[in-house]
């Protein structure tokens, strides 16, 4: 039942790294895009960073050069690389997923808080 499984979330301190891993069921078919999302207290919710089937990746401006989107078909996995960590990147982290039929597919969210 469950469509995406995600991981890698949790506490850091300001300049470390983290690596969130989504896994995609087998049961979601002709994926195109796979990226993140995140929405941090008292903000909207905003795209990080997105693969596309022919590997094509955006980013957000606050993260470009830090964090590093990575996609592996084999497994059905999209990873986000999370280095130099800032405490502003503490958010609830989602992984989405949308195929060719621009159907689009949520996880739970994962919770990422950079502190002292």
């Known amino acids: 039942q469950v469509q995406l499984v995600e991981s890698g979330g949790g506490l850091v301190q300001p300049g470390g790294s983290l690596r969130l891993s989504c896994v995609a069921s087998?049961?979601?078919?002709?994926?195109?895009?796979m990226g993140w999302y995140r929405q941090a207290p008292g903000k909207q919710r905003e795209l990080v960073a997105v693969?596309?089937?022919?590997?094509?990746?955006n980013y957000a401006d606050s993260v470009k050069g830090r964090f590093t989107i990575s996609r592996d078909n084999a497994k059905n996995t999209v990873y986000l690389q999370m280095n130099s960590l800032k405490p502003e990147d503490t958010a609830v982290y989602y992984c989405?997923?949308?195929?060719?039929?621009?159907?689009?597919?949520w996880g739970q969210g994962t919770q990422v808080t950079v502190s002292s």
């Open positions: 087998r049961n979601i078919f002709s994926i195109y895009v």
């Open positions: 693969i596309t089937s022919g590997d094509i990746t």
């Open positions: 989405n997923v949308r195929t060719i039929n621009v159907l689009d597919y």
